[in-house]
C-alpha cells in the first residue's frame, strides 16, 4: 500500500527525483539526454547573438567614445573628413550595425516578454524590425554617401 502523500520514504530513486525536480519515475537514456539538450527553439541562439553583440560593443563603444570626445572643436568639413577614412569609416559602421542588432533583440525580448496577445506580438516584432532595418539602411547609406562621394578639402 503507498504512502497517502504519494512519497516512498525508503525509495532513494524517488527521493533523487524529486530533489532535482525531474518527474518520478522518469528513465532516460543517455542518447535521449544528450538529444533534449540539443536546442530546438531560436531561443539559444538568440541568447548568444545578444551576448556576442554586447561583448563586440564593449571595444568599439569605448573607441567611438573616445573617438568622438578627442576630436578637436570641428565644423562639419572636419567630421567629413574624419569619417572619410576608411578604417574610421569601417569602425562606424561596425558600431552601427552592431548597435542596432543588439537593440533590435533586446526590443523583441521586451516585446514578447510585455505583449501578450498573439497578432498584436506579432506585428509590434515586424514593426520593430522595420524600424531597425530602416535605421541600419539609413546609417549604411549615411557612412557610404560620405566614404565616396563627399570631395574632401
Known amino acids: 500500500m503507498g504512502n497517502p502523500c504519494g512519497f516512498d520514504f525508503f525509495n532513494i530513486r524517488s527521493l533523487g ?14 542518447k535521449s539526454i544528450i538529444a533534449n539538450a540539443q536546442p530546438k527553439n531560436e531561443g539559444l541562439s538568440h541568447w548568444r ?24 572643436d570641428s565644423g562639419y568639413s572636419e567630421t567629413i573628413q574624419w569619417i572619410s577614412n576608411p578604417i574610421i569609416a569601417i569602425l562606424i559602421t561596425f558600431f552601427a550595425i552592431t548597435s542596432l542588432y543588439h537593440a533590435s533583440l533586446g ?3 521586451v516585446i514578447e516578454d510585455y505583449i501578450h496577445n ?18 541600419g539602411s539609413i546609417a549604411l547609406v549615411a ?11
Open 17 to 30: 527525483h524529486r530533489a532535482f525536480g525531474l518527474v518520478e519515475g522518469l528513465e532516460m537514456s543517455n
Open 49 to 72: 547573438w545578444q551576448r556576442i553583440t554586447a561583448v563586440a560593443l564593449i571595444p568599439l563603444t569605448l573607441w567611438f567614445v573616445v573617438s568622438v570626445t578627442t576630436l578637436p
Open 107 to 109: 526590443v523583441q525580448v
Open 118 to 135: 498573439k497578432s498584436v506580438n506579432k506585428l509590434t516584432l515586424i514593426g520593430s524590425k522595420l524600424v531597425f532595418a530602416g535605421l
Open 143 to 153: 557612412i557610404a554617401k560620405i566614404l565616396f562621394f563627399e570631395k574632401v578639402s
